[in-house]
């Protein structure tokens, strides 16, 4: 009869304390996800009703803050993607890009079927061709700059106060 007493309050301090073994979220993973979250949140595209399908390419670093809800609900509906065959068939309203070049990006784009699309990316730190957004990650600060050109003829209208915060350095 002990051992049953024992066993069972072990088990429930073990299942107690499951939270604290789940991953957590870094104050980077955050920064990245609202930023992400708010570019969705003001930006308009023209002939859609309901969230967006955001879709997320699996080499991105924050993939998992990005697609997996917990305590967040996104203003988008996430959808990871591995390979480009998936991301042609995918009905994608916006890309969040990992490690494909800026090349990759424009080239994508260029047979994708969607004429607005919203392009995001983690590792187009120059963002001059491919992606309309583009995070910049440095010691934990995360900042966007914005391609006007690619933003101009990506088909999606973004509220100017977006615009805006990618001037200021601290996106306050």
Known sequence: MRFSHRFILLLSLLLASLPLYAQRVTEEE??????????????????????????IFSSARFVRVLSEEADWAFPYQPLVIRTTQEALSAHCDGFYFGNESPAYQVELTRHY????????????TECIIGSAFCLIIN??????SVNLDSLAHSGVRVNPEVLILA??????
Request: aromatic share 6%; hydrophobic share 40%.
């Open 113 to 124: 079927p969607v004429n607005a699309l919203l392009l995001i990316a983690e590792q187009n």
């Open 167 to 172: 001037r200021n350095q601290k996106h306050e």
């Open 30 to 55: 955050k920064s990245v996800r609202a930023i992400v979250s708010g570019i969705v949140s003001y930006t308009h595209w023209p002939a859609l009703s309901g969230p967006p399908r955001l879709c």
């Open 139 to 144: 010691n934990d600060e995360v900042k966007f």
